[in-house]
């Protein structure tokens, strides 16, 4: 067996011809700062070309199907094993996707209920909330049903006649009202208000199946009478028309299925239980509560399906995923839940000798949760398996048995291998990153004294239950807790929801094509062209790839999409402007010596010294303040990661603040993707942030932050059922004697006080 993985000149992205040589059977984390190259080694190299070379071991049509790799730009790869990636990416899935579901936890305990349930109602598929015979008849099996707003469809003060009804095509000269003003039923002129209660029964909720008694002339001859409400509901709703999205999300909420209480499942499958719980009982069950329940059951005819399942939620409560429940939707999980979820598949597989690569396994993970991922990856480890973890934590990388350090700085000053060796080595070299983790922590122990704060009095939702905390104004509130302690809930609902000003920057997408850019996004790509036309007195629009300015050959792309049929599809660079996007006359104006694709190729700190338009200047500030210094001014938006999403969203509204005036902020994990070097230039932002008189809440797991804030209120003690509570809120020098908070011993160990 060979020993390592040779990397041998790898060219992608910003890599600079660099070889690496990365052990087997061992754990290897590769670090740097934020663009440093560690996704072009990692991601876009080693991953790249395993699951390329992978996919061309299937059929021509099977290819079609797959994802296509592009091939890494690399001399020589040697010894590559088959990789799995797990990585943040939103599980997503549709509403009958949920964690059950994806973990077979909800087919083992199918299986359970269909031997050992009484009464007998069926084998395991009778179980299903996807099978006709299992599903609850009102909901279809998804838990949830569509309700109306009343108050939104029907304006009360007016009549028929003055377009009561709120809705396209219900209102006056709109084809679907003369269904009503027609039927015979009304007085078009009456107010809504004074309908009796027959009459309004009749408007909005008859089920059809009969014509109006004495409809007139214009009612349509072949037409039944139905109620406004199941009209928009059989014709608009339950088709899922899209020209009416907007409207119909206005009228509609979303509500609990009121006969399966959520549960999808009918009466007939919620009548068969185990020890007094129905299937129904066990998927609204946290992980945790459920693996009490299954561990508590002895029974030999079915010992190996409670061993498996046993398995199944072990592993969840090992990546700290305990708290959730087994029926939650897929798509409402975090893409570092996500990122875990998918990681559990691979505890119990028999397979070895697999490369697993991790992107940022830290990612909304409190120290105290870090504990139990080690142990995960160790196993991983043990099982015979290559692992290759992206990641900043300090936690993280003591686990490695290599460490990898790319850089020096990021983008075109990156790409560079600055240290590979053990991890002792590692902390006694002088290289960037362990520079940075030498640096000895400090904690604020200044107690400000606040006199004015934002309040939250007796507030539950999910796992809080009647709780209050209180965050000062003018200060920045670090929340804390363990993963699923109820920070979000706590935060970004209950807060919010009293305080709808406040500003959210979380690392949801930007909405965005490869067309978009930093530029374009902030609102500034304009006036860039603009300098350009001035200056060689031609239109603007030729200094747009998507306008006069595109490449003819590859319509401003940069790049071709060939149809090889039996090959599948394969991009390449586009001949004619070589991926500049740009078409010769366009890139024939040059302003201060540059043509506008080299303006596009600077990063944010060499365009600040070269850019002297001040809307341009101004946006490359806010960019350079939100710690995206590295980034280059024609970078796609798809391209960018979720930590820097972020920070593109907070430069956004550093622009904005000078006319709108935001005074309340909230971060949710502003240090995802973050060096702890980046961490520094953050906390410089937060500070700066607040010196302007704003209100920080940051939700925030990097002990660093933690350290430096001015309030903290800490959530736990656990996740889920077992969290939810405020256990401590004050100033961080009192949060070191709370005695039953994880934050508090693991600050202590961070301060080098344990």
Same mark, same amino acid.
């Given at each position: 067996m060979?020993?390592?993985?040779?990397?041998?000149?790898?060219?992608?992205?910003?890599?600079?011809? +660099?070889?690496?040589?990365?052990?087997?059977?061992?754990?290897?984390?590769?670090?740097?700062?934020?663009?440093s190259?560690?996704?072009s080694l990692?991601?876009?190299?080693?991953?790249? #070309?395993?699951?390329r070379?992978l996919n061309? !071991?299937?059929?021509?049509?099977?290819q079609?199907i797959?994802?296509?790799y592009e091939e890494?730009?690399?001399? @020589?790869?040697?010894?590559?094993?088959v990789?799995?990636?797990?990585?943040?990416?939103? *599980?997503g899935?549709?509403?009958?996707?949920?964690?059950g579901?994806?973990?077979?936890?909800?087919?083992g305990?199918?299986?359970?209920?269909?031997?050992?349930?009484?009464?007998?109602?069926?084998?395991?598929m009778v179980?299903?909330f996807?099978?006709?015979q299992?599903?609850?008849k009102?909901c @279809?099996?998804?838990g949830?049903?569509?309700d109306?707003?009343?108050a939104?469809?029907?304006?009360?003060?007016?009549?028929?006649?003055?377009?009561?009804?709120q809705?396209?095509?219900f209102?006056p000269?709109?084809?679907r009202?003369?269904?009503?003003?027609?039927?015979g039923?009304?007085?078009?002129?009456?107010?809504?208000?004074?309908?009796?209660?027959?009459?309004?029964?009749k408007l909005?909720?008859?089920?059809g199946?009969?014509?109006?008694?004495?409809?007139?002339?214009q009612?349509?001859?072949t037409?039944?009478?139905?109620?406004?409400?199941?009209r928009i509901r059989?014709?608009?709703?339950e088709?899922?028309?899209?020209?009416?999205?907007t409207d119909?999300?206005?009228?509609?909420?979303t509500?609990?299925?009121p006969?399966c209480?959520?549960? $999808?499942v009918?009466?007939?499958?919620?009548?068969?239980?185990?020890?007094?719980?129905?299937?129904?009982?066990c998927?609204k069950m946290?992980?945790?509560s459920?693996?009490?329940f299954?561990n508590?059951?002895?029974? %030999?005819?079915?010992?190996?399906?409670l061993?498996?399942?046993?398995?199944?939620?072990?592993?969840?409560?090992a990546?700290g995923?305990?708290?959730?429940?087994?029926?939650?939707k897929?798509?409402?999980?975090?893409?570092g839940?996500?990122?875990r979820?998918?990681?559990?598949?691979? =505890?119990?597989?028999?397979?070895s000798?697999?490369?697993?690569?991790?992107?940022?396994?830290?990612?909304?993970?409190?120290? /105290?949760d870090l504990?139990?991922?080690?142990?995960?990856?160790?196993?991983?480890?043990?099982?015979?398996?290559?692992?290759?973890?992206?990641?900043?934590?300090?936690?993280?990388?003591?686990?490695?048995?290599t460490?990898? #350090?790319?850089?020096?700085d990021?983008?075109?000053n990156g790409? #560079?291998?600055?240290?590979?060796?053990n991890?002792? /080595?590692?902390?006694?070299?002088?290289s960037?990153?362990a520079q940075?983790?030498?640096?000895?922590?400090t904690?604020n122990?200044?107690k400000?004294?606040? !006199?004015?704060?934002?309040?939250?009095?007796?507030v539950?939702?999910?796992?809080?239950?009647?709780?209050?905390?209180?965050?000062?104004k003018?200060?920045?509130t670090? *929340?804390?807790?363990?993963?699923?302690?109820?920070?979000?809930?706590? *935060?970004?609902? =209950?807060?919010?929801?009293?305080?709808?000003?406040?500003?959210?920057?979380?690392?949801?997408? +930007?909405?965005?094509?490869?067309?978009s850019?930093?530029?374009?996004y902030?609102g500034?790509f304009?006036?860039?062209?603009?300098?350009?036309?001035?200056i060689?007195?031609?239109?603007?629009?030729?200094?747009?790839?998507?306008?006069k300015?595109?490449?003819?050959e590859c319509?401003?792309?940069?790049?071709?999409?060939?149809?090889?049929?039996y090959?599948g599809?394969?991009?390449? $660079?586009c001949?004619k402007?070589?991926?500049?996007?740009y078409n /010769? #006359?366009?890139l024939?104006?040059?302003?201060?010596?540059k043509?506008?694709d080299?303006?596009?190729s600077l990063?944010v700190?060499?365009?600040?010294?070269m850019?002297?338009?001040?809307?341009?200047?101004q946006? =490359?500030v806010a960019l350079?303040?939100a710690?995206?210094?590295?980034?280059?001014?024609? @970078?796609?938006?798809?391209t960018?990661?979720g930590?820097?999403m972020q920070?593109?969203?907070?430069?956004?509204?550093?622009?904005?603040?000078?006319e709108? %005036?935001?005074?309340?902020?909230?971060?949710?994990?502003?240090?995802?993707?973050?060096?702890?070097?980046?961490?520094f230039?953050?906390?410089?932002? =937060?500070?700066?942030?607040?010196?302007?008189g704003?209100?920080l809440?940051?939700?925030?797991?990097?002990l660093?932050i933690?350290?430096?804030?001015?309030?903290?209120v800490?959530m736990?003690?656990r996740?889920?059922?077992l969290?939810?509570k405020?256990?401590?809120?004050g100033?961080?020098?009192?949060l070191? @004697?709370?005695?039953?908070?994880?934050?508090?011993?693991h600050?202590?160990?961070?301060?080098?006080q344990?």
């Open positions: 060979h020993e390592e993985i040779s990397i041998l000149g790898a060219k992608t992205n910003n890599l600079k011809n +660099i070889s690496v040589h990365i052990p087997k059977g061992k754990i290897t984390v590769v670090t740097g700062l934020s663009g190259g560690k996704s990692v991601f876009d190299t080693l991953a790249a #070309e395993s699951r070379l061309e !071991t299937y059929s021509s049509y099977i079609q797959l994802p296509h890494p730009v690399v001399d @020589q790869i040697k010894n590559l094993p990789s799995i990636v797990i990585d943040q990416k939103k *599980v899935g549709n509403a009958r996707s949920t964690v579901t994806m973990t077979d936890i909800y087919t305990l199918r299986l359970l209920f269909s031997r050992l349930a009484k009464p007998f109602i069926g084998y395991s179980y299903s996807n099978n006709p299992g599903m609850c009102r @279809q099996g998804i949830e049903v569509t109306f707003d009343v939104a469809v029907i304006d009360y003060s007016k009549s028929l006649n003055e377009g009561a009804i809705f396209p095509t209102q000269g709109g084809w009202l003369t269904r009503y003003t027609e039927s039923y009304f007085d078009n002129d009456k107010k809504i208000a004074d309908y009796s209660e027959q009459e309004l029964q909005l909720y008859d089920k199946g009969s014509k109006p008694e004495n409809p007139t002339s009612f349509p001859k037409a039944e009478y139905v109620g406004v409400l199941e059989k014709s608009l709703l088709k899922n028309d899209k020209k009416y999205q119909l999300k206005r009228i509609t909420n509500v609990e299925c006969d209480h959520g549960t $999808r009918n009466e007939t499958v919620r009548s068969a239980k185990i020890s007094g719980y129905s299937i129904g009982d998927v946290s992980a945790d459920l693996f009490a299954i508590s059951m002895q029974d %030999q005819q079915t010992e190996i399906v061993k498996d399942l046993r398995n199944r939620l072990k592993s969840m409560l990546v995923l305990g708290y959730l429940t087994i029926d939650r897929t798509a409402s999980l975090s893409g839940e996500s990122q979820l998918k990681m559990t598949k691979h =505890l119990n597989s028999a397979l000798d697999v490369l697993y690569i991790f992107d940022e396994p830290s990612v909304g993970l409190h120290p /105290e504990a139990g991922l080690g142990r995960v990856l160790k196993r991983l480890k043990q099982k015979g398996n290559t692992l290759v973890l992206v990641d900043h934590d300090p936690d993280i990388i003591a686990l490695a048995d460490v990898i #350090e790319v850089g020096p990021a983008g075109k790409g #560079e291998i600055t240290f590979s060796g991890f002792s /080595e590692f902390m006694s070299s002088n960037t990153t940075a983790l030498a640096k000895k922590p904690l122990a200044k400000t004294p606040f !006199t004015q704060f934002y309040t939250l009095e007796g539950s939702a999910f796992n809080i239950q009647n709780e209050s905390a209180s965050f000062p003018t200060g920045m670090v *929340v804390t807790g363990l993963a699923g302690s109820g920070k979000s809930t706590l *935060v970004r609902k =209950l807060f919010t929801a009293k305080y709808p000003e406040a500003v959210v920057f979380d690392q949801s997408s +930007i909405r965005g094509s490869n067309r850019n930093l530029l374009t902030l500034v304009d006036s860039l062209r603009k300098k350009f036309a001035s060689s007195g031609k239109s603007a629009s030729l200094f747009s790839f998507n306008g300015g595109a490449c003819p319509k401003g792309k940069g790049v071709i999409k060939y149809d090889l049929a090959m599809n394969v991009t390449e $660079r001949e402007c070589h991926g500049k996007r /010769e #006359e366009a024939s104006v040059k302003w201060q010596g043509n506008m080299e303006f596009l990063t700190e060499e365009a600040l010294l850019i002297d338009i001040p809307e341009v200047h946006a =490359l350079r303040d710690n995206l210094n590295y980034i280059q001014l024609g @970078q796609s938006l798809d960018l990661s930590g820097e920070r593109l969203k907070i430069a956004t509204k550093l622009l904005e603040d000078t709108k %005036q935001f005074d309340l902020f909230i971060l949710d994990e502003p240090s995802t993707g973050l060096h702890e070097k980046d961490v230039h953050l906390l410089e932002l =937060l500070q700066k942030l607040k010196n302007e704003k209100t809440i940051v939700l925030e797991h990097n660093s933690i350290s430096q804030a001015d309030w903290i800490d736990g003690p996740g889920g059922s969290g939810g405020v256990l401590f809120q100033y961080p020098v009192d070191l @004697q709370a005695a039953n908070s994880f934050t508090a011993s600050l202590k160990k961070f301060l080098r344990e």
